[in-house]
């Protein structure tokens, strides 16, 4: 059964969100995008609140690219919150970032980040790398679905 749920990018930068969409294209995936330009509004989507209040929260996406650069509420901030609030807990997060600092890629995993990506700066690299995440996080992965009354 095809997975049809949305992936979650949150990216500031339009021209790595406009990489990040037209990889997704040329590698195929047909899973519907959402775009988060900061923190804030990344939770906002996936709690229904602020600019997003009346979303149904308990349709999560597939997964979350997310950057740790972020305006407004950087990436760890994000990932902690995601953590930790039970509907979220498992919810696959991927960081998807250009920094190469040890202390970000051990916070990132130390706070529950499901895999730690550096995009590379090569355009057929992130294309292969964006094919990549597609595979195994739309098509390979398991995932755990919400069960009626929002209980896992």
């Known amino acids: 059964m095809p997975n049809n749920q949305p992936v979650l990018i949150v990216e500031d930068n339009p021209d790595d969100e406009a990489l990040t969409l037209r990889a997704f294209g040329k590698a195929g995936v047909k899973n519907p995008m959402v775009v988060a330009h900061d923190g804030v509004e990344a939770l906002d989507y996936l709690f229904g609140?602020?600019?997003h209040v009346?979303?149904?929260a308990s349709e999560l996406p597939a997964v979350v690219l997310l950057d740790l650069k972020l305006p407004r509420m950087d990436g760890l901030e994000v990932l902690?919150?995601?953590?930790?609030?039970?509907?979220t807990a498992l919810l696959p997060v991927v960081v998807l970032t250009t920094s190469r600092e040890d202390l970000d890629v051990?916070?990132?995993l130390r706070?529950?980040?499901n895999s730690y990506i550096r995009k590379p700066v090569d355009y057929e690299r992130f294309?292969?790398?964006?094919h990549l995440i597609g595979q195994y996080w739309l098509t390979l992965n398991e995932t755990?679905?919400?069960?009626?009354?929002?209980?896992?």
């Open 49 to 51: 609140t602020g600019s």
């Open 54 to 56: 009346g979303r149904d």
């Open 111 to 113: 706070l529950g980040a």
């Open 80 to 87: 902690r919150r995601i953590r930790a609030d039970e509907r």
């Open 106 to 108: 051990q916070q990132s």
């Open 144 to 152: 755990v679905h919400a069960q009626a009354g929002g209980a896992y």
């Open 127 to 130: 294309l292969h790398a964006v």
